[in-house]
């Protein structure tokens, strides 16, 4: 039943109410300003192919849609996301912000806990964020591009390898971006709204670096700092980094912790202990 006669017959009813309609706006679809300013990052489901199993790797611009990465690969690893995303910083510039879900190797599936992929994007001055757990639709977009993906590249095709799933990718990624016209784009293409970003990939970590007014602790083994008298255990993979700590105005004895933009816990003070 079309939305309007279902509306017709809630109107009818006096189930909507005119001041109700009145009230209403049109659904209107969220996308960011600009390119780069958010990419949506995520493995579609794995498969098997004649030699060994594939992991799609796919990452999206939010305000273009332009498919920045499309990548058969063999694990999920950080080590094999970490040098994909390299080659595409190095050729595409850094985003604003990745969003990715909780999982490895982008999660840990802790609330505040980063994982050593997280670390090394932090480190590089871009943002990171997660879904919410059991809400795909945060990553709306890429999910979207998935369900493409699979009706036009994976079902009822069978690969021989990683290669021959990887040359398949590249030729439809090259339409998708390029040839053809997206409605939610008013019939433009992803690669007519794209440009690359202006933040290029350094040659080498920043260092990380504090105001005069942080107290500045180094993680220990195991994800550890003192303070003040004190332990507090935050995440393994920052082991060996330094940590600010900044005073809360809310409440004496709490602090928030940053690692450098990104703020990844809040402690407390145990005042029966101090």
Known sequence: MAASTVTSVLRRHGLISQAASEASVAWHRFEHESPNALWQMDFKGHFPTDTVRCHPLTVLDDHSRFNVVLSALGNERHETVQSVLQGTFERYGLPER?????????????????????????????????????????????ERFH???????LS????????????????????YNFERPHQALDMQTPASRYAASKRSMPSKLPPVEYGPDDDVRRVQDGGWISFRGQHFRLCKALEGEPVALRPRADRDGAFDVFFCHHKIDAIEFDMARS
Do not use: C, Y
């Open 98 to 142: 990745i969003n990715a879900d909780n999982g490895a190797p982008w999660g840990t599936g802790g609330v505040g806990v980063i994982s050593a992929l997280g670390v090394w994007l932090i480190r590089l001055g871009v943002r990171l964020s997660h879904s919410r757990p059991a809400h795909p639709q945060t990553n709306g977009k890429d």
């Open 147 to 153: 369900r493409t993906m699979v009706a036009e590249v």
């Open 156 to 175: 009822n095709r069978r690969f021989r390898g990683l290669d021959d799933a990887q040359r398949h990718f590249s030729q439809w990624r090259h339409v």
